[in-house]
């Protein structure tokens, strides 16, 4: 997979992407990243990327010629792999555990990074690029953006987690929020671990777990499971979990 991110702070990125998963998915060769400065690919000798906005009001517009320029050059790059193409927007639809699990399949991505009041609408449709927004906040730009996008992503990379199944038991992969993890020391500060993560009995660990998942989601993100189809054991432990109240 390659992910191509374009920005007017190529800076942002250096050591992020030396860090995590990140770096293991490159240094693995599953994952290549290429930071695209937009202002390479201005046309003045000022190395104009950003205006004034039509109609007034305060801040700059970044421009869309650099941006297309530097877009085409991804383009050319890829060849035949026609890139997915996001553009960072707290406009954007809303980025989901379900949306990198998408992306993951896909073999080339690139990033927009929005920087000012926005970007030209028009390079939306030029690009014909999807709005992605990380959440419901304003951001002073999308290189943070494009970070959490490209981590998400590059931990579902096959082969990048050394224990594949951590990944399918991450929260919102059902979609449930994960159960509580332990590590050693078995007392700390006077809490101890759940007996049963210590019994070795594989089903009453998985019960346990299955269980704690779905408390944690009903106490916590209900909407993940209201209206949801659910298993038989699910519906009977979630009718338990009711039944015990707020935690
Ligand atoms: N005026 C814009 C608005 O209200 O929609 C906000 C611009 S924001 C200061 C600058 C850039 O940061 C955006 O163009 C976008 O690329 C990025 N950004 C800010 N918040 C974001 C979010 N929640 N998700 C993704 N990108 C965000």
Not at 76 to 94: H, M
Request: glycine share 10%; net charge negative; proline share 6%.
């Amino acid at each position: 997979m390659r992910f191509s991110i374009l920005t007017l702070n190529p800076g942002f990125f250096s050591g992020s992407l030396d860090e995590g998963m990140i770096r293991i998915a490159r240094e693995k060769g599953l994952l290549e990243v290429e930071i695209v400065p937009i202002r390479d690919f201005t046309s003045d000798r000022y190395g104009t990327t950003d205006d004034y906005p039509y109609g007034g009001g305060a801040g700059m517009v970044m421009k869309a010629e650099p941006i297309l320029r530097a877009y085409e050059s991804v383009r050319r790059r890829a060849g035949a792999d026609t890139p997915r193409v996001l553009v960072t927007s707290p406009q954007g639809r809303r980025f989901t555990q379900g949306w990198a699990q998408e992306l993951q399949g896909a073999s080339e991505i690139a990033v927009l990074c929005g920087r000012y009041k926005g970007i030209d609408e028009r390079v939306i449709p030029l690009l014909g690029a999807e709005e992605v927004s990380i959440g419901d906040y304003v951001l002073s730009g999308g290189e943070a953006a494009s970070i959490v996008i490209l981590d998400s992503v590059a931990r579902l990379i096959p082969g990048v987690l050394g224990d594949a199944e951590s990944a399918e038991a991450d929260s919102f992969s059902e979609p449930l929020l994960d159960a509580p993890v332990y590590t050693r020391p078995e007392e700390f500060r006077g809490l101890t671990v759940p007996e049963v993560l210590l019994s070795g009995n594989h089903e009453r660990i998985r019960l346990w777990r299955r269980r704690e998942a779905l408390r944690r989601t009903w106490h916590r993100r209900p909407d993940l499971i209201l209206g949801r189809s659910l298993s038989d054991e699910d519906r009977s432990l979630l009718d338990e979990i009711k039944e015990e109240g707020e935690p």
